[in-house]
């Protein structure tokens, strides 16, 4: 009995290690006046994207223009480098002719809605617990003494910002992180961990998972425990298949015939 309560104690210690995973965006309740987010600050979008807000407009009724209050948060925080200032919202309030109030109560319920300035590049680590007991506690520290700041704060270089977040859904390839609300990387430890953030840096990091293996594809390479699941036996598929095909080539021979006596 002493010996499993060791082992189980061994066994969740990683998960001690972690911090409050709130988002930094969600602690502020309410806007803070800055020199780069106040109500003098301007913010617009570019043309390319009007043209896109065009395009998402019309999926929906025009006197439910609000209902688009969510892709054109998420646009805003691409164009403006991964967070969406108060002059942000302001012009989607007037795009969608609606109550900026509309505009804020979403932005500031979802915490994916950074409301404060990142690093060119935000750093989304997992540390729920299957990223936590494959090591994403050493990940944190190595990426926290490379970038030099605790989490939410920028680097020197304006280059990173990290975040711990909860579970992303790429457990078999933990540990895992987003970057940008864009690309997983994943299987990540000790050694891949500085590369890949110099290949962020310099373009040069590809998504996925960084020890060479394709997808979540096991260590035997094996997409299976034991062998290929049989062909149920009530179902001959190559037979179905020669039928499938030969009823094709009727059609088609058929609508052939059709335009040429047209």
């Given at each position: 009995?002493l010996?499993m309560?060791?082992r189980f104690?061994?066994?969740i210690?990683p998960l001690?290690r972690f911090r409050?995973r709130?988002?930094f965006?969600?602690?502020?309740s309410?806007h803070?006046?800055?020199?780069?987010?106040?109500?003098?600050?301007t913010?617009?979008?570019?043309?390319e994207?009007?043209?896109?807000?065009?395009k998402?407009l019309?999926?929906y009724p025009?006197?439910?223009?609000?209902?688009?209050?969510?892709p054109?948060l998420?646009?805003?925080?691409?164009?403006?480098?991964?967070w969406?200032?108060?002059?942000a919202?302001n012009?989607?309030a007037e795009?969608?002719?609606?109550?900026?109030?509309r505009?804020?109560?979403v932005?500031?319920?979802?915490?994916?809605?950074n409301?404060?300035?990142?690093?060119?590049?935000?750093?989304q680590?997992c540390t729920t617990?299957p990223?936590?007991?494959?090591g994403?506690a050493?990940i944190?520290d190595i990426?926290r003494?490379?970038i030099?700041?605790?989490d939410?704060?920028i680097?020197?270089?304006g280059?990173?910002?990290?975040?711990?977040v909860?579970?992303l859904?790429?457990?078999?390839?933990?540990?895992?992180?987003?970057v940008n609300?864009?690309?997983?990387?994943?299987?990540?430890n000790?050694?891949n961990i500085?590369?890949?953030l110099e290949g962020l840096?310099?373009?040069?990091?590809k998504?996925g998972p960084?020890?060479?293996?394709?997808t979540?594809?096991?260590?035997?390479?094996?997409t299976?425990?034991?062998?290929?699941p049989?062909?149920?036996?009530?179902?001959?598929l190559?037979?179905?298949?020669?039928v499938?095909?030969?009823?094709?080539?009727?059609?088609?021979e058929?609508?052939?015939?059709e335009?040429?006596?047209?």
């Amino acid at each position: 009995g002493l010996q499993m309560l060791c082992r189980f104690v061994n066994r969740i210690q990683p998960l001690c290690r972690f911090r409050s995973r709130v988002s930094f965006s969600s602690l502020i309740s309410q806007h803070q006046d800055t020199d780069d987010n106040n109500p003098e600050t301007t913010f617009d979008f570019t043309d390319e994207n009007y043209e896109e807000i065009e395009k998402i407009l019309t999926k929906y009724p025009s006197n439910y223009k609000q209902s688009a209050v969510i892709p054109l948060l998420a646009m805003a925080q691409r164009q403006n480098r991964n967070w969406v200032p108060l002059a942000a919202m302001n012009r989607i309030a007037e795009v969608l002719e609606c109550n900026p109030m509309r505009v804020y109560e979403v932005a500031t319920f979802y915490t994916m809605f950074n409301r404060k300035k990142l690093g060119k590049f935000h750093l989304q680590l997992c540390t729920t617990t299957p990223c936590a007991l494959c090591g994403s506690a050493q990940i944190a520290d190595i990426i926290r003494s490379y970038i030099g700041v605790e989490d939410g704060g920028i680097s020197k270089d304006g280059n990173f910002t990290m975040t711990e977040v909860e579970c992303l859904a790429a457990c078999v390839n933990a540990p895992m992180m987003q970057v940008n609300n864009e690309h997983f990387y994943e299987d990540l430890n000790e050694d891949n961990i500085i590369p890949l953030l110099e290949g962020l840096v310099n373009g040069t990091a590809k998504p996925g998972p960084q020890t060479g293996r394709h997808t979540c594809v096991g260590p035997l390479e094996q997409t299976n425990l034991l062998r290929q699941p049989p062909v149920p036996e009530f179902r001959d598929l190559k037979a179905i298949k020669i039928v499938l095909d030969k009823e094709n080539a009727e059609k088609a021979e058929k609508e052939k015939k059709e335009k040429l006596s047209a």
